[in-house]
T-cell receptor
Framework: DTGVSQNPRHKITKRGQNVTFRCDPI?????LYWYRQTLGQGPEFLTY????????KSRLLSDRFSAERPKGSFSTLEIQRTEQGDSAMYLC????????????FGEGSRLTVL | GESVGLHLPTLSVQEGDNSIINCAYS??????FIWYKQESGKGPQFIID?????DKRQGQRVTVLLNKTVKHLSLQIAATQPGDSAVYFC?????????????FGTGTLLAVQP
């Protein structure tokens, strides 16, 4: 158990629909990250939060993507007007207590856009 | 598995043998490097890290070597076990781990034959 729960685990949607993913880390860790992983590739950084503040967003995060962490605990990632190219695994991660390079990833939310 | 691509570099080893997984990086500004293991259907799991002021670091059954001259990183796994079968990613960071904004490389699939 990495202390990161993601829901839903798998979402199948039609192109043009909106989807939302949720990430629930154990509460005592302040930084939360979103990464995206396509088949056969390593994860790509999307954005991260320090408490409720979104500190950085990747250029991969187009205007159709929005992430929030309203109370500094759980986070949501919404994709509007989904496209087939959005099909990927969306991974949420929290920082560990000691080693700064160590991220604890959830099992991800897999998005399939038909 | 969900995260294993069709054309990943693959390393096949016999159980009990040592494994060496290699990674090349291109950004000379990278100063912190991490190896992650990803099993099918799971998020990446931290294995070991190394900072640019070191050239070797050892963990339990694993050793990471860093050659900054040729921008090369390797992960050595001693006495490889079936449970080591997974995709292995190297990742780099350019701010010494101050953030966990990581750039992941292309993974290597390690297949352990019993």
């Amino acid at each position: 158990d990495t202390g990161v729960s993601q829901n839903p685990r798998h979402k199948i949607t039609k192109r043009g629909q909106n989807v939302t993913f949720r990430c629930d880390p154990i509460s005592e860790h302040n930084r939360l990250y979103w990464y995206r992983q396509t088949l056969g590739q390593g994860p790509e950084f999307l954005t991260y939060f320090q408490n409720e503040a979104q500190l950085e967003k990747s250029r991969l995060l187009s205007d159709r993507f929005s992430a929030e962490r309203p109370k500094g605990s759980f986070s949501t990632l919404e994709i509007q007007r989904t496209e087939q190219g959005d099909s990927a695994m969306y991974l949420c991660a929290r920082t560990g207590g000691g080693n700064t390079g160590e991220l604890f990833f959830g099992e991800g939310s897999r998005l399939t856009v038909l | 598995g969900e995260s294993v691509g069709l054309h990943l570099p693959t390393l096949s080893v016999q159980e009990g043998d040592n494994s060496i997984i290699n990674c090349a990086y291109s950004n000379s500004a990278s100063d912190y490097f991490i190896w992650y293991k990803q099993e099918s259907g799971k998020g990446p799991q931290f294995i070991i890290d190394i900072r640019s002021n070191m050239d070797k670091r050892q963990g339990q059954r694993v050793t990471v070597l860093l050659n900054k001259t040729v921008k090369h990183l390797s992960l050595q796994i001693a006495a490889t076990q079936p449970g080591d079968s997974a995709v292995y990613f190297c990742a780099e960071n350019t701010d010494g781990g101050a953030t966990n904004k990581l750039i992941f490389g292309t993974g290597t699939l390690l297949a352990v034959q019993p």
